[in-house]
T-cell receptor
Framework: DAGITQSPRHKVTETGTPVTLRCHQTENHRYMYWYRQDPGHGLRLIHY???????DKGEVSDGYSVSRSKTEDFLLTLESATSSQTSVYFC?????????FGPGTRLTVT | SQQGEEDPQALSIQEGENATMNCSYK?????LQWYRQNSGRGLVHLILIRSNEREKHSGRLRVTLDTSKKSSSLLITASRAADTASYFCATNNAGNMLTFGGGTRLMVKP
């Protein structure tokens, strides 16, 4: 978890509300990633960023948007939360040879 | 879709025994990595093996790669209770993206 923090660590929200998760890194890594982890699916890539204001979609991007206005911060927004977005969300930095993960955010959508 | 599939999904052994986990993948890769996840924590990088390598060692870890079979194995020798965790393989086949498998849950009984 070194150098990567996520906030909040736990959140319960209602269906239809917008939610923003924050990832902050102190490592000055160019690449940042958002994953979701669900039982039986491992980690699936939602969105990633390859620089300030440079982002792209991952495998499961529907219903999510991201923004990166500074190197150290990568925000994940659920525009209108649904129960299927109940999951544990992990932020990561790094490159092809190694990624470094944050501690995760447990999100429950009721 | 998952690139890597781990086998078994769960493994329970006694302290001192060896633990072997397998990973199969579908497309050609640049490298394959193994990560460990303790309960409630983020993933931690363990070891990387490149596509032109067949075996790699790091302490009590031994990784093999068979590109003809599109498979890899992770061996943990002389396991300890502290090795109890989930283990994930991840493949890199282009750029800086990783694709993760569903993981193997390892329990080491004291």
């Amino acid at each position: 978890d070194a150098g990567i923090t996520q906030s909040p660590r736990h959140k319960v929200t209602e269906t239809g509300t917008p939610v923003t998760l924050r990832c902050h890194q102190t490592e000055n890594h160019r690449y940042m990633y958002w994953y979701r982890q669900d039982p039986g699916h491992g980690l699936r890539l939602i969105h990633y960023s390859y620089g300030v204001k440079d982002t792209d979609k991952g495998e499961v991007s529907d219903g999510y948007s991201v923004s990166r206005s500074k190197t150290e911060d990568f925000l994940l927004t659920l525009e209108s939360a649904t129960s299927s977005q109940t999951s544990v969300y992990f932020c990561a930095t790094g490159q092809s040879h190694e990624q470094y993960f944050g501690p995760g955010t447990r999100l429950t959508v009721t | 879709s998952q690139q890597g599939e781990e086998d078994p999904q769960a493994l329970s052994i006694q302290e001192g025994e060896n633990a072997t986990m397998n990973c199969s993948y579908k497309t050609s890769i640049n490298n394959l990595q193994w990560y460990r996840q303790n309960s409630g924590r983020g993933l931690v990088h363990l070891i990387l093996i490149r596509s032109n390598e067949r075996e790699k060692h790091s302490g009590r870890l031994r990784v093999t790669l068979d590109t003809s079979k599109k498979s890899s194995s992770l061996l943990i020798t002389a396991s300890r209770a502290a090795d109890t965790a989930s283990y994930f393989c991840a493949t890199n086949n282009a750029g800086n993206m990783l694709t993760f498998g569903g993981g193997t849950r390892l329990m080491v009984k004291p």
